[in-house]
């Protein structure tokens, strides 16, 4: 009998590339000419990212700054779960964005079921903790698999890992 190949649906962030792009918007903030005297705070926060600035359209100016990075470092803008824009003191404007790690139990059982659905042979996918391992026996399947999930544009960042023939 053949081994199994599989491999494992993650949710994971690279906290230090999130960092270093939060660090970055921070400096263009702080530099550039159309964020002068707007007093911007763009940082890291216990579970998520702050930016805070004098307007409402100052902030979303920055909230571009912020996503330019994050892109440019490869993190994808799906780990964001930004909350609602909230008026600061003195007529500022701030927005929060939580950080999305890990699989919820509702996005496991959607992509268990995107994976049944595709009604490949041998095929099987279950839930461990925050993750998903699929395995099957052959690896056109599994890849089969990775393709259907990326093209199910599901708003979540996946990444596939522990690739096993």
Do not use: C, H
Request: aromatic share 4%; glycine share 10%; net charge neutral.
């Amino acid at each position: 009998m053949p081994a199994m190949s599989s491999f494992d649906v993650v949710s994971e962030i690279d906290f230090q590339e999130v960092r270093n792009a939060v660090d970055q918007a921070a400096r263009e903030a702080a530099t550039r000419f159309d964020f002068k005297g707007t007093d911007s705070v763009v940082e890291l926060s216990g579970d998520g990212i702050r930016l805070e600035s004098s307007t409402e359209d100052r902030l979303a100016a920055l909230l571009v700054v912020l996503e330019e990075k994050l892109v440019r470092r490869k993190v994808s803008l799906k780990v964001l779960d930004w909350g609602n824009v909230e008026q600061a003191g003195g007529g500022r404007s701030r927005q929060v964005a939580g950080l999305r790690a890990g699989i919820s139990g509702d996005d496991a059982r959607t992509i268990n079921k995107l994976v049944k659905g595709l009604g490949l042979k041998g095929i099987q996918s279950q839930t461990q903790g925050d993750q998903l391992r699929v395995t099957g026996k052959k690896r056109d399947a599994l890849q089969e698999v990775i393709a259907a999930i990326k093209e199910a544009n599901l708003d979540l960042p996946l990444q596939f890992t522990n690739f096993r023939d």
